[in-house]
C-alpha cells in the first residue's frame, strides 16, 4: 500500500503539485494569524479570537464544527465528478490547519508545513479515489461524470431568478425570454465569419450567449435601482451606511492593507491554478463543471457573476472584522479562466487583488450608491443554489439510473427526501453527487454478491 501511495506519488505533476501545496501552506499560514480566511462564518470570530475575547480551543472548535461538514459532504463529492478540486476543499481545510496550530512563530511555520502536504495529500487522496473507482468491476466514473450534465444548459437560467427575487415574477419572465432568444439566436447561427483574407469561423456558445445577456439584463435593472435621498435637520446630506462603517472600523481596513503583499501573492497563485493551463482549481460547483466539459468562457462568465455577488459579502465582513479572504471577491479566477498563459494569470491575479484591497472602502461606499447591486449579489447567491440544486438532483438521478437502471431513481429520491429529515443534513445541492457515488458504491457491492 505505502509502495503504491509513493508511485502515485512520483505520477504527480511537480509543478501542480508545488502550486498547490503553496497555496495550502501560504493560505494555512495567513489563517494562523488572522490575516485572511476562506469560510464567510470564520471571518467574524478572527477579531474576537485576535483580541483576546475567545480562547484558541474554542476558535479551532468553531473552526472545525464550521469546515468539515462542508469539506466531506460538499467540497470532495464535487471535486470527485471531475479532475478539478473545488477550492472549498482545500481552502476550508487549510482555515482548520491555521486556526489549530498555536499562534507562535513556531505554530506559524508549523500550519505552513502542514497546509502544504495538507493540499499534496488532497490531490492524490482524490486521485487515488478516482483510481479506485476505475479498477472496480462495475466501472461508474463516466457516469458520476454525468451528473453535472444538467448544469451545462441550466446555469444560465440564474440571471431571470435573480430579477424575480428583487423585482418581481413579470420582470423575471422578461429576462428569462431575453435568455431563451439568446440561446436560440446563437444555435441558429452556430458561427460567424468577419471575411478578410483568412476568414476563419468564430463559433457561438450557445449557453454562453443565452447568459451574457440575461446578465446584461440583470444588471439593467440591478443599476436602475438608487438609494433614497436622506438629509438631517440642517439640509445637510447624511452619509451611507456603508461609509459610516468604513470610517468607524479604519484601522481594521489598515490592518489588511498592511498584510496586502501576502495577500497579493495569494491572489497570484489562486489565478494561476485557475487558469486554463492549469485548471487546478474551481471557485465553484457551476464554473468546475463547465470547465471539465471545455466551456472556458462560459465559466468565466459564471466565476465572474459570483464575483459580483461576493463583493458586498467579502467586502463588508473584511472592513468590520480586518480579516480577508485568501482569494479575496474571487475576481481572481475570473483573471485565471481568461488566459491560457500561467505567468500572465499570476501577475492578472496579484495586481486584481491589490485593487481589491486599495479599493476596499471605495467599494463600499459606492455600494451605497447602488443598494440594488448588495441585494443583487444576496440573491445571485441564492438563486446560483437553488439552480444546482435542482440541476444536479436530476444530473444525480440520471447518472444513477444508468448505473442501476429503475433503482438509481429510487436511491436518489430516497436519499434527498430523507436528507431533509436528518439531524444534520448535507447540504443539497451535493445529494446529487453523494448519491451518484453510493448507487456507484452498491452497484458493485451487487456484483460482487451476485445479484447483477
Same mark, same amino acid.
Given at each position: ?286 464554473? @468546475?463543471?463547465? #470547465?471539465?466539459? !471545455? ?8 466565476? &465572474? +457573476?459570483?464575483?459580483?455577488? %461576493? =463583493? ?113 443534513? @448535507?447540504?443539497? #445541492?451535493?445529494? !446529487? ?8 458504491? &452498491? +452497484?458493485?457491492?451487487?456484483? %460482487? =454478491?451476485?445479484?447483477?
Amino acid at each position: 500500500m505505502e509502495h503504491e501511495f509513493l508511485m502515485r506519488l512520483l505520477t504527480i505533476d511537480p509543478m501542480k503539485a508545488g502550486l498547490i501545496a503553496l497555496i495550502g501552506g501560504l493560505s494555512a499560514m495567513m489563517a494562523n494569524r488572522g490575516i485572511a480566511v476562506f469560510h464567510d462564518g470564520l471571518r467574524p470570530l478572527m477579531p474576537e479570537y485576535l483580541e483576546g475575547r475567545m480562547d484558541h480551543k474554542t476558535l479551532a472548535a468553531t473552526s472545525f464544527a464550521l469546515s468539515f461538514g462542508l469539506v466531506i459532504g460538499f467540497g470532495l463529492p464535487f471535486s470527485l465528478t471531475a479532475p478539478i478540486i473545488l477550492v472549498h476543499s482545500l481552502l476550508l481545510g487549510t482555515d482548520v490547519v491555521g486556526t489549530w496550530c498555536n499562534n507562535s512563530r513556531r505554530g506559524f511555520l508549523l500550519s505552513g508545513v502542514i497546509g502544504a502536504l495538507y493540499g499534496v495529500a488532497l490531490m492524490v487522496g482524490l486521485r487515488s479515489v478516482v483510481d479506485l473507482f476505475n479498477m472496480m468491476p462495475v466501472n461508474f466514473m463516466n457516469n458520476l461524470s454525468q451528473v453535472g450534465d444538467p448544469i451545462i444548459v441550466c446555469f444560465a437560467l440564474f440571471p431571470a431568478l435573480v430579477v424575480g427575487y428583487q423585482y418581481g415574477y413579470k420582470k423575471g419572465m422578461w429576462v428569462l425570454v431575453a435568455t431563451l432568444v439568446g440561446y436560440l439566436v446563437a444555435h441558429s447561427f452556430g458561427s460567424i465569419s468577419f471575411g478578410g483574407r483568412i476568414e476563419k469561423p468564430v463559433k457561438l456558445d450557445p449557453n454562453g450567449i443565452a447568459l451574457l445577456l440575461a446578465m446584461i439584463a440583470m444588471f439593467y435593472f440591478t443599476m436602475q435601482e438608487r438609494p433614497a435621498t436622506s438629509e438631517n435637520a440642517d439640509g445637510v446630506k447624511t452619509k451611507g451606511a456603508n461609509e459610516m462603517l468604513v470610517g468607524l472600523f479604519s484601522a481594521r481596513i489598515e490592518r489588511i492593507q498592511k498584510n496586502k503583499w501576502l495577500l497579493v501573492f495569494s491572489g497570484g497563485l489562486c489565478a494561476m491554478a485557475g487558469s486554463m493551463s492549469f485548471s487546478l482549481l474551481a471557485e465553484g460547483p457551476v464554473s @468546475l463543471q463547465l #470547465m471539465a466539459q !471545455g466551456e472556458q468562457t462560459s465559466a468565466m462568465l459564471v466565476a &465572474l +457573476a459570483r464575483a459580483i455577488s %461576493f =463583493i458586498p459579502l467579502v467586502g463588508m465582513t473584511a472592513i468590520a472584522t480586518g480579516v480577508y479572504s485568501p482569494e479575496g471577491m474571487k475576481f481572481v479566477f475570473v483573471a485565471g479562466l481568461a488566459t491560457n498563459n500561467p505567468l500572465i494569470a499570476f501577475i492578472a491575479g496579484g495586481v486584481i487583488m491589490f485593487l481589491e484591497i486599495r479599493l476596499l472602502a471605495r467599494t463600499a461606499i459606492w455600494l451605497d450608491k447602488y443598494p440594488g447591486v448588495k441585494a443583487c449579489g444576496d440573491h445571485i447567491r441564492t438563486a446560483i443554489t437553488r439552480m444546482l440544486e435542482v440541476s444536479l438532483l436530476v444530473g444525480g438521478m440520471i447518472a444513477s439510473n444508468a448505473i442501476l437502471p429503475g433503482m438509481g431513481f429510487m436511491i436518489v429520491a430516497g436519499i434527498y427526501l430523507l436528507n431533509r429529515t436528518s439531524r444534520r443534513p @448535507l447540504v443539497e #445541492m451535493s445529494i !446529487g453527487p453523494v448519491a451518484t457515488i453510493a448507487v456507484g458504491i &452498491l +452497484a458493485n457491492l451487487f456484483y %460482487f =454478491i451476485g445479484i447483477v
